[in-house]
């Protein structure tokens, strides 16, 4: 009973953490969205269930529904070499994947090769320990001074060694990528980089649930790393791709969850995402500090950047601008100081920040270089007397 009880405080906590950031709360379900009444219904029961009472009912409904061959259930294999054995000459509408991600070797590309058996519309149903859960259920198995010490060990062989050049193979070699700890946002993601979009996601049985849709195949990149300098993919001058360096103030894989912060979060002043959770702690402070902008005086050096201009944009936030403010913004090389700051009232809207850069980019295109020589002093003085900060 105590087990419960403390598996449901996890959740409640975990949920409570990520709400506080802006996150959505993960109680409200979006199966409405799936239109397949008896993939809806498997989903939905499965919802209601614990994980080991759903786990057989999902065996049993194979064996009798209709579709049984369209479901795949449940999948244990921890490679992606097995888990390619497993599925081979299989093409399941709806797969599911009892063991945990965190335990998985290779998770990226288990999930590609999930992505690639599974059809366009169908469906992955996964889950898995979440760093804030692992560190709650230290917490409460070990007195206060041992669980600190189990905690902090847990996070520089879990989250720091496989990050750092100088530690990652021998960690690879020792853990062969299994166990890892993963923040909930890295988790999703990983899915949208593999090609899915989540349809719900849900904190129960003291772990992290997620029901995803595949949308497309997956992407073809560079996996990112947790090096402390990131590259950037973004729209250069005549919208052509160019690859921005800051240092990170994100989760890793951040950026492949854009769309689904988009559409689950509104924007705030300046056109940003509101308590846009993907920030880490050390994050918020080097964007206040503005620290993590300075990797991109290499951009500047490279000429791919100017020093005053527009904000380099990811290709999702890029379309999201009119066609006419497009087809304006890559006339001129984006740049580090953005017109937004040399407002003396911060725009509210992504209408008013598109209006800012327009006034910028008609009067650059007349006047280059005193143009650029009054916004740069007017946005100094704005960081420096106004106090504007970047979030």
């Known amino acids: 009973m105590k087990k419960g009880l403390f598996q449901l405080q996890y959740e409640l906590d975990e949920v409570r953490t990520y709400t506080e950031n802006g996150a959505d709360a993960g109680a409200k379900l979006y199966l409405d969205d ?15 269930m614990s994980y080991k009472e759903a786990l057989r009912w999902l065996g049993s409904e194979r064996a ?18 097995a888990l390619e054995y497993r599925l081979s000459g299989v093409t399941p509408q709806v797969l599911f994947v009892s063991r945990p991600l965190h335990t998985i070797e290779r998770l990226d590309e288990y999930l590609y090769t999930i992505s690639n058996h599974l059809p366009i519309g169908g469906y992955l149903w996964c889950h898995s320990m ?29 989250r720091v060694c496989p990050k750092l050049a100088l530690t990652r193979k021998f960690y690879f070699a020792v853990s062969r990528g299994s166990k890892r700890t993963y923040n909930r946002v890295e988790i999703l993601g990983r ?18 649930f997620v029901i995803a849709r595949k949308e497309h195949k997956p992407v073809d990149d560079t996996p990112p790393t947790g090096s402390p300098i ?13 690859v921005v360096h800051k240092f990170r103030t994100m989760y890793s894989y951040s950026e ?41 005086l290499w951009n500047v050096l490279r000429g791919d950047l100017k020093l005053v201009g527009v904000r380099p944009l990811s290709r999702h936030y890029y379309n999201l601008y009119s066609d006419e403010m497009q087809q304006l913004r890559i006339k001129v090389k984006p740049g580090m100081l953005p017109p937004f700051y040399y407002e003396r009232h911060t725009p509210e809207t992504l209408e008013e920040v598109q209006q800012s850069e327009r006034r910028y980019l008609e009067a650059y295109l007349k006047h280059p270089f005193a143009t650029d020589w009054k916004y740069f002093w007017g946005i100094v003085g704005n960081i420096l007397f106004r106090r504007k900060r970047s979030k």
Do not use: C
């Open 34 to 48: 799936i239109g397949d009444e008896e993939v809806r219904r498997e989903f939905e029961s499965v919802m209601q």
């Open 191 to 208: 899915l949208y980089r593999a090609g899915y979009e989540v349809v719900d996601e849900q904190f129960r049985d003291g772990e992290f």
């Open 130 to 158: 979440t760093a804030v859960l692992k560190r709650k259920l230290l917490l409460q198995r070990y007195p206060w001074g041992v669980a600190h010490v189990l905690i902090a060990g847990d996070y520089l062989w879990h």
């Open 64 to 81: 009798t529904s209709d579709k049984a061959k369209s479901f795949a259930v449940p999948f244990t294999t921890h490679t992606p070499e």
């Open 230 to 242: 990131i590259h950037l993919r973004r729209v250069g001058l005549g919208g052509k791709e160019i």
């Open 256 to 296: 492949y969850i854009q769309p689904y912060i988009y559409r689950y979060q509104s924007l705030e002043r300046g056109g940003k995402f509101k308590n846009d959770y993907r920030v880490n702690i050390w994050g918020r402070i080097l964007r206040r500090t503005w620290l993590d902008e300075l990797p991109m």
